[in-house]
């Protein structure tokens, strides 16, 4: 009888330890694995930032679009090129400064617009000025080129390239510079208000870290301008939008 309990001892205990054991195992592997699920989860926020800006863009291109005062058709029709940046930081208390993240998009060849680029736009001004306002901003560009061939990844609008307060109306008979002689016409809205704005001397930059996150590693603006095809739905429902303007 008591080698019978022994026995049974013995078995009890081996059993603990396998358990012990296999707890042992069980945390060691589950520590890469719950790393690549961070990983992951780390990836898809980024990701998201970018589908997130899209989605923005859509939504100001669709409002400009409802809007009863809006941009010309006839400078439109023009147009090579559009940048889009939604919610954009205009601040001041004596020096003023803007700060936003959005993206652009030119014309293709067969008129229909190409993938879009991450870009940042940033700029100050001076003079007696206060206050925060966040402002959705629509620049159209005459010429596509001054997009597409930026090497150096910047340049300065008002100083590299001429720039002026778009002109407001549906019509091709705008009450304002009838010649649309400026490469860069600039419109924002804020709080219901539809206006053209002066955005001389903001940097207007290409966002290689964006890109490399939606895009891929060592996709270029270039190659992107290039490309009209794209399945990411928020790109597919940001060129929707641009047909409706």
Not at 166 to 181: F, I, K
């Given at each position: 009888m008591l080698?019978?309990?022994?026995?049974?001892?013995?078995?009890?205990?081996?059993?603990i330890q396998q358990k012990s054991m296999s707890m042992k195992m069980l945390k060691l592997l589950s520590v890469p694995a719950l790393m690549s699920?961070?990983?992951?989860l780390v990836s898809a926020t980024e990701l998201s930032k970018e589908a997130e800006r899209l989605q923005n863009a859509t939504k100001v291109i669709t409002t400009f679009?409802?809007?009863d005062e809006s941009i010309p058709q006839e400078l439109l029709k023009q147009s090579e090129g559009l940048v889009i940046i939604p919610k954009m930081i205009?601040?001041?208390?004596?020096?003023?400064?803007?700060?936003?993240?959005?993206?652009?998009v030119v014309k293709l060849p067969d008129g229909s617009w190409s993938n879009p680029v991450f870009i940042t736009l940033t700029g100050g001004s001076f003079g007696f000025q206060i206050g925060?306002?966040?402002?959705?901003?629509?620049?159209?560009?005459?010429?596509k080129g001054v997009l597409t061939k930026v090497?150096?990844?910047?340049?300065?609008?008002?100083?590299?390239i001429s720039a002026a307060a778009?002109?407001?109306?549906?019509?091709?008979?705008?009450?304002?510079?009838?010649?649309?002689?400026a490469e860069v016409y600039s419109y924002s809205r804020s709080r219901g208000l539809f206006a053209g704005i002066s955005i001389n001397g903001s940097n207007l930059a290409i966002d290689k870290s964006a890109i490399a996150n939606f895009y891929g590693a060592n996709t270029t603006s270039q190659q992107i301008f290039e490309t009209g095809k794209s399945s990411s739905a928020p790109v597919v429902e940001l060129k929707s939008a641009l047909k409706g303007l």
């Open positions: 080698n019978h309990l022994r026995l049974e001892l013995i078995l009890v205990m081996n059993s699920v961070m990983l992951i679009a409802n809007s205009n601040a001041g208390l004596g020096i003023g400064g803007k700060r936003g993240k959005g993206v652009a925060v306002q966040s402002v959705d901003l629509v620049l159209v560009f005459k010429h090497k150096n990844g910047d340049f300065t609008i008002g100083g590299d778009g002109p407001v109306g549906r019509s091709s008979t705008a009450s304002t510079d009838h010649t649309l002689e």
